[in-house]
Structures are given as C-alpha cells and as structure tokens.
C-alpha cells in the first residue's frame, strides 16, 4: 500500500553531492511506480526546517529527508505534533542514524525500500526544548562537534573530525556534573556523556552497542575522567563498540535523566550545538525518552 504522496526534501550537498544525484533517481522511479510525489531541493543551512515550516500544511503523508543525519533531524523536527511519517534516504557522509535503523547503505536501494515499506513507531529524544532522534552529548563531544562545524568549509566527514578532536584535546578539561534520576544524585567528573536513541554517531562510531529506537529508553555512556593518553587508546575502541570493558566507561539505560553543572556547557544534539538552561545559578539539562513518538516509514 503506497504511503504517498511523497514530499522528498533534498539536501543537495550532502555527502559530497550525493543528495543532488539522487534527484534524477527520485524522479525515475517515482514516475515508473506512478508514485504521486513532489520534491524540494534545500539552499543552505537549516533548509530542511524551512521546507518543513512552509510545507507541513498541504496534504503529504510522508516526508523524506534525502541527506544526512543533519537533513533528517531538521524533517523529524518539522513532523512534530502531525500524524504524519518520516522516510530516510541517506546521502550523508556518516548516515549514522540509517545505520542504527539498519536501512541499506546505497540510497537508491534505500528509496526502493522506503516505496515498498510500512510503517514502524520509533522513539524520540529531548533535551530541553529539543528534539533528537539518534544522540545528544555533553562534554568533549560536543565540543569537538562544535569545532568540526567551524572548520566544515575547508574539510569534510572524517577529517574535519580528527583535526577538531586534537584541537580540542589539547584544552580539553573534565567536567563536574551531577546526573539525577528520580531521588538519586551522583556526581561524576566525565570527559563525554551521549544519551542515546540510536547506536552510531561521529561517522560510524558505535557508541551505544545495545541501544534500541523502540524500547522507551535512553542508552547513556558516560565516560569518566581519564587522562589524554589514555583517552587516545580509548577512542579508536568506540569504533567497534568494544569501549566498554574500559573500567572508566559505564552504560545504564534511562527514561528521563537531569544533569546539572555549576559551570555552563554544550550540548551536542544530533550534530546541532544548543547550550543549557540556567537555574538559579546552575546549568542544567533535561533528557526524556518519549516511546513511539515518530512514525517512520521502513
């Protein structure tokens, strides 16, 4: 049964234009199926959340982001408080997400898939007033990803990653958080928190091996206090998702988690950087799981 019409939002520069040769693809296959379809092509940063805002009140089932994780989160973000469903095509350079989900890695097998698909409810992530579909982090994390956005224009994917992660590095100091669940307290000094819906993110690193979309649960990895030398033997592990027998690696599973900090920071969230709220004189962030919250198409 067709979920259409079809709204395909395309990010035309993703994954080193990946995203603009699929539209021919789209339009081909569409067409051959007699699927009713239209399709957008973003200009710039935050595109996708400007075709969401000035299509979301016409009559599509299902919007496509054709992108990365960046495109998908700006479309998962346009279809709150609708009824309507999510696809994904990944074109991006890390499609961290789709690889969660297990969705084929070439984007034109993807979109055959994504015709002859129904519908599965998948989890929701927040943090504050954000939403995230895959991860959002704290501490060295976010500020690498910070970093990594900065220096976009001159490199790209992996590299991009690996100068900010040495930039950062350098500076890089622990941070004091208390993390609250219910009645109990603890705090920790850490040098990264991801509270995770997906499994993968930074470009295939598999940061929660056992997280599911679909259990209700935040996947947290926290990861203590450590020092460099020991973090740079650490890192090339999370690839693999073998980091977890380090004794300074710890991963629980939450519903709804709070982190306070006397001093501000950043929060990764699905590749945007947001800050945290302040409350009388402490930072704070709050993470829900919100269970089933978007239909995807699958």
């Not at 519908?119 to 982090?137: K, M, T």
């Not at 209700?216 to 020991?230: E, N, P, R, V």
């Not at 027998?245 to 709804?256: K, L, M």
Request: with cysteine; net charge negative; aromatic share 8%.
């Amino acid at each position: 049964m067709s979920l259409g019409p079809y709204l395909f939002i395309v990010n035309p520069v993703a994954g080193k234009n990946r995203g603009e040769k699929m539209i021919d693809h789209i339009k081909e296959i569409c067409l051959q199926r007699q699927v009713s379809f239209d399709l957008v092509v973003t200009e710039d940063i935050g595109g996708g959340t400007v075709a969401m805002e000035q299509t979301i009140h016409l009559p599509y089932r299902t919007y496509v982001a054709v992108g990365g994780d960046g495109t998908v989160n700006e479309v998962m973000n346009g279809l709150q408080g609708t009824d309507k469903h999510l696809g994904i095509i990944p074109c991006g350079t890390g499609n961290d997400f789709a690889r969660s989900l297990k969705l084929p890695k070439d984007p034109v097998e993807a979109l055959g898939q994504l015709l002859d698909g129904g519908v599965v409810e998948i989890d929701l992530g927040q943090v504050n007033d954000h939403f995230f579909i895959n991860i959002a982090s704290i501490g060295l994390d976010a500020e690498i990803a910070e970093y990594t956005n900065r220096i976009k224009k001159w490199l790209k994917g992996t590299y991009a990653y690996i100068v900010a992660l040495i930039n950062v590095l350098v500076s890089y100091c622990p941070m004091t958080v208390q993390l609250a669940t219910g009645d109990e307290v603890k705090e920790y000094r850490v040098m990264l928190l991801a509270l995770c819906n997906g499994n993968y993110y930074g470009g295939g690193m598999e940061i929660a091996p056992g997280a599911k979309v679909d259990d209700g649960l935040l996947d947290i990895c926290l990861i203590k206090a450590m020092s460099k030398l020991k973090l740079l033997l650490v890192f090339p592990t999370v690839f693999k998702g073998t980091h977890t027998a380090f004794r300074e690696v710890e991963i629980f599973r939450r519903r709804e988690m709070t982190i306070s900090s006397d001093t501000p920071f950043k929060i990764n969230v699905d590749g945007e950087i947001v800050s945290c709220s302040i409350d009388n004189g402490t930072y704070r962030a709050v993470f829900k799981a919100h269970h089933q919250r978007v239909r995807l198409v699958k």
